[in-house]
């Protein structure tokens, strides 16, 4: 899921954590923001190419597919160009197809369905509309029930409240839901369960940070919706330990595994590090989230690190992967970990980047999951940004930021980034 974090790219390079090879997605121009999602049989990444002159600023839109070893089948694809300032596109997948969600210059939350071989299917349509936007939407999020998208955004309105409506088709799209109206709302996240054996149980968990809008703390909350966006179980607080003041507001991912949802979240006022909870996805009296247990420690931080930004994926054997990124004496790094359903540790955090230090950033990541008939693949699929005047390595681009990312498994954590010559 995507992280808030307003830096460029030149060139999209991804680097596979088998052979190392490096593949050029994007071209010249600043990407920024890597996404990337999951089939059955393949990946898809997804970036924004920021066109900057004296005057203006615009975005094109371009994605890529891969196979599950990493090796790029086709070449790049655009999916809009000229105007898209506030693209930061998101990508998700129902099984059938993918759906890439975007804001767009003329405040509009914007889609494009594209096939799981990489083909665009229709034109771009519109989500939402701009009547209800007193300025930019800041971020969109998105996913899916295996069926439908559920995509979510922002609103700067009164305050900055959360929106989203449920998407079936370019023509089928449901009324506005409303999830978080009169705060400040600063980052938020979504995921599905996607249940295997019961339709009853298929849920949406939306999860954000949020100042109160006569003052106070920042707290991280979540609520329960169902699969028609249906709300089943309202607003809860998820952290436990800590209140966190204006200005070390909290960056926040979900991910489920079918049948716990895995929340995690920076510790920025305390320096603590990354945090997380784990809550059931079905809900047992429609009036509180089931929390499997108390708040706990997901990175292994002794209070010398700066760690934010987390995001978080649910894959093969119940495991989720977390990475974040760190800054530490060599600047920011990529950092990751394996972790069980229940919140236990299943590895030690270990640093995804390998020759490139200094000022790496934005990490997101995706894997098998337990709907998809690959789900004995053991890899997930990280990517990151990578500034091109990092230390230990010259960049091809030679200006701002490349992307680089591998894939890793619990026997696979050997950090990747090295070019192919």
């Not at 393949?42 to 970036?47: D, N």
């Not at 009853?200 to 028609?228: C, F, H, Q």
Request: proline fraction near 3%; include cysteine; charge should be negative.
């Amino acid at each position: 899921m995507k992280q808030l974090c307003a830096v460029f790219c030149v060139t999209f390079l991804f680097f596979t954590a088998l052979n190392c090879d490096a593949y050029m997605i994007g071209g010249s121009g600043n990407q920024v923001q890597p996404e990337v999602a999951r089939s059955e049989n393949s990946y898809i990444v997804v970036t924004e190419n920021r066109q900057e002159n004296d005057f203006t600023i615009s975005s094109i839109l371009k994605y890529r597919i891969y196979d599950t070893n990493g090796n790029p089948l086709g070449s790049y694809h655009v999916i809009s160009s000229g105007g898209d300032y506030y693209a930061n596109p998101v990508v998700e997948c129902n099984g059938e197809n993918y759906l890439i969600a975007w804001a767009s210059k003329s405040k509009q939350i914007m889609g494009q369905f594209i096939s799981l071989t990489g083909e665009q299917i229709g034109s771009s349509f519109v989500i939402e509309s701009d009547y209800l936007f007193m300025g930019f939407p800041n971020k969109v999020e998105i996913a899916s029930d295996g069926f439908n998208y559920f995509v979510i955004y922002d609103v700067s309105y009164h305050a900055r409240e959360l929106f989203g409506r449920i998407v079936t088709s370019e023509t089928s799209i449901s009324e506005r839901i409303d999830i978080a109206r009169s705060n400040f709302v600063y980052d938020f996240s979504i995921a599905s369960n996607r249940y295997p054996y019961s339709d009853t149980y298929r849920t949406y968990l939306i999860t954000w940070s949020e100042y109160p809008y006569n003052g106070g703390y920042y707290n991280v909350y979540g609520a329960l919706y169902s699969s028609t966006g249906t709300p089943l179980v309202a607003k809860q607080q998820v952290n436990q330990n800590n209140q966190y003041s204006y200005n070390n507001a909290n960056h926040v991912s979900v991910a489920c595994n079918g049948y716990n949802y895995l929340v995690v979240w920076d510790d920025k006022q305390n320096n603590t590090g990354i945090k997380g909870r784990s809550i059931i996805s079905y809900y047992p009296n429609g009036s509180n989230l089931y929390f499997y247990q108390n708040e706990f420690q997901v990175s292994e931080n002794t209070s010398s690190e700066y760690e934010t930004s987390p995001n978080v994926s649910a894959g093969n054997g119940w495991k989720f992967l977390v990475s974040w990124q760190t800054e530490d004496t060599d600047g920011f790094n990529i950092y990751g970990r394996f972790i069980y359903w229940s919140g236990t540790p299943y590895t030690n955090e270990f640093r995804l980047n390998a020759e490139t230090q200094r000022d790496q950033q934005c990490p997101a990541v995706t894997g098998a999951g337990y709907y998809h008939q690959n789900y004995s693949d053991p890899n997930y699929l990280a990517v990151w940004q990578s500034n091109s005047n990092d230390m230990g390595y010259e960049h091809r681009s030679k200006f701002r930021y490349d992307i680089f990312g591998g894939l890793y498994s619990i026997t696979d954590m050997t950090p990747k980034d090295d070019p192919a010559e």
